[in-house]
Every structure is written in structure tokens, then in C-alpha cells.
Nanobody, 122 residues
Framework: VQLQASGGGLEQAGGSLRLSCAAS????????MGWFRQAPGKEREFVAA????????SYADSVKGRFTISRDNAKNTVYLQMNSLKPDDTAVYYC????????????????WGQGTQVTVSS
């Protein structure tokens, strides 16, 4: 599976962005998907994950209620809708694919994509 994230950019605090992660290669619908982020000088952190079928999701406490992960298996794409953005959300966002939502959430994944920069100004 090859993953390519897109949709990042510069947004003001309180605004919204939607990230996309397009997958190619093996059967996308077999993989749980996740979003991670890494800010300058900080460790990579889990943001959100979704099961292969899309029936289960998980979020970091820092984004719960503001971010929504979803997927369209027909389009081989996973999305991250980010609302009520805060300057602390500034980071490079990456998508990942793994065998289960539990493993992806704990940072165990099979595939990792290129990131997309999200910058939130105050």
C-alpha cells in the first residue's frame, strides 16, 4: 500500500481543514487507517484511527469533539475533518495503515505515508 496525504495548509484558529490520504496498491479496505502528527521539537503523536470497515473510530483526547476520521473504501481514501483548529494543532500530519485499529492506535502499522503540513495561526 502506498499512502499520500494531502489537504494541509495555513488556517486561522477556529477554522477548518480536511485532510485526505489516498491509498494505492493492496486492498485498502482490509486495513485499519490512522492519522498521526508531529510538531517541531515534539514526538509523533496519535491523532485518530478508523477500522477497516469504518465501523469503529478512536481519537486522541486532544482532538476529540473537533476532529472526525472517516473513510471511503470505494475511493481508497481516508479523511480527517479538522474543525475548531487551534495553534497547537500545527504539525505535519501523516497517515498510516495497519492490521487493526488497536495496533494502529498504538503506533504499530504496516505502511506509512508522506505527510502534509498543517499550520494554524492565532
Amino acid at each position: 500500500v502506498q499512502l499520500q496525504a494531502s489537504g494541509g495548509g495555513l488556517e486561522q484558529a477556529g477554522g477548518s481543514l480536511r485532510l485526505s490520504c489516498a491509498a494505492s496498491g493492496r486492498i485498502f479496505s482490509s486495513y485499519a487507517m490512522g492519522w498521526f502528527r508531529q510538531a517541531p521539537g515534539k514526538e509523533r503523536e496519535f491523532v485518530a484511527a478508523i477500522s477497516a470497515s469504518g465501523s469503529s473510530t478512536s481519537y486522541a483526547d486532544s482532538v476529540k469533539g473537533r476532529f472526525t476520521i472517516s473513510r471511503d473504501n470505494a475511493k481508497n481514501t481516508v479523511y480527517l475533518q479538522m474543525n475548531s483548529l487551534k495553534p497547537d494543532d500545527t504539525a505535519v500530519y501523516y497517515c498510516a495503515a495497519g492490521s487493526s485499529i488497536v495496533l494502529v492506535k498504538t503506533g504499530i502499522y504496516d505502511y506509512w505515508g508522506q505527510g502534509t503540513q498543517v499550520t494554524v495561526s492565532s
